[in-house]
């Protein structure tokens, strides 16, 4: 099984809002990612977390926070955002975050995200 | 800079008229090619993963090869459920931890 579930689908928040995405996946991956999408465009990385530890952070404003509690979650955390921010949200993970081999990365379904 | 180039943008094709996605790459070295489709508003869904030129992969469908310097991913005899946007990605040896380039994608329609 290859499945990477993510709450909610849809979230509409306004501006001044706290709110949270969940990832989950039981296949044992040791690395797990954000990536942000928007149409017509391919992901843009985010976050990567290998072995629970955040390896990767490509420059994202801190209005995003992303936490790994244990190997199998993931959140993101938002708060303060812009419309701007308004697009797909993708979790994926991978068996070992790509150190020694090619690392083929399992997406989940998204959240899309609407920021008023 | 690693790069990924994909075409042609758009395809739009007939039930059964078979055809190539292209993709072409330049890395530092590679370490895979992976393909991916996509519905509309949806997460990409892993099809194949190739490490080393040479290489080809069926599944149903579709069949992805490799060379040195781009990969294609065939499509015989497709069919309307097969539309949807293609997605190309490279990881580099060179590339911190698992951080892949994607290109723009093509987007396939083919018509009953």
């Known amino acids: 099984d290859t499945e990477v579930t993510q709450t909610p689908k849809h979230l509409v928040m306004g501006m001044t809002n706290k709110k949270s995405l969940k990832c989950e996946q039981h296949?044992?991956?040791?690395?797990m990612y954000w990536y942000k999408q928007k149409a017509k465009k391919p992901p843009e990385l985010m976050f990567v977390?290998?072995?629970?530890?955040?390896?990767i952070n490509e420059s994202v404003p801190s209005r995003f926070s992303p936490e790994c509690p244990n190997s199998s979650l993931l959140n993101l955390h938002l708060h303060a955002l812009q419309p701007e921010d308004s697009a797909l949200y993708l979790c994926a993970s991978s068996l070992a975050g790509g150190r020694f081999f090619a690392d083929t990365q399992y997406f989940g379904p998204g959240t899309r995200l609407t920021v008023l | 800079e690693d790069q990924v180039t994909q075409s042609p943008e758009a395809l739009r094709l007939q039930e059964g008229e078979s055809s190539s996605l292209n993709c072409s790459y330049t890395?530092?070295?590679?370490?895979?090619l992976f393909w991916y489709r996509q519905d509309p508003g949806k997460g990409p869904e892993f099809l194949f993963t190739?490490?080393?030129a040479g290489e080809e992969k069926e599944k149903e469908r579709l069949k992805a090869t490799l060379t040195k310097k781009e990969s294609f991913l065939h499509i015989t005899a497709p069919k309307p459920e097969d539309s949807a946007t293609y997605l190309c990605a490279v990881q580099a040896k060179e590339t911190s931890g698992s951080r892949l380039t994607f290109g723009e994608g093509t987007q396939l329609t083919v018509n009953p």
């Open positions: 190739l490490y080393s």
């Open positions: 890395v530092s070295g590679l370490r895979g």
């Open positions: 977390y290998s072995y629970e530890k955040l390896s």
């Open positions: 296949m044992g991956h040791r690395a």
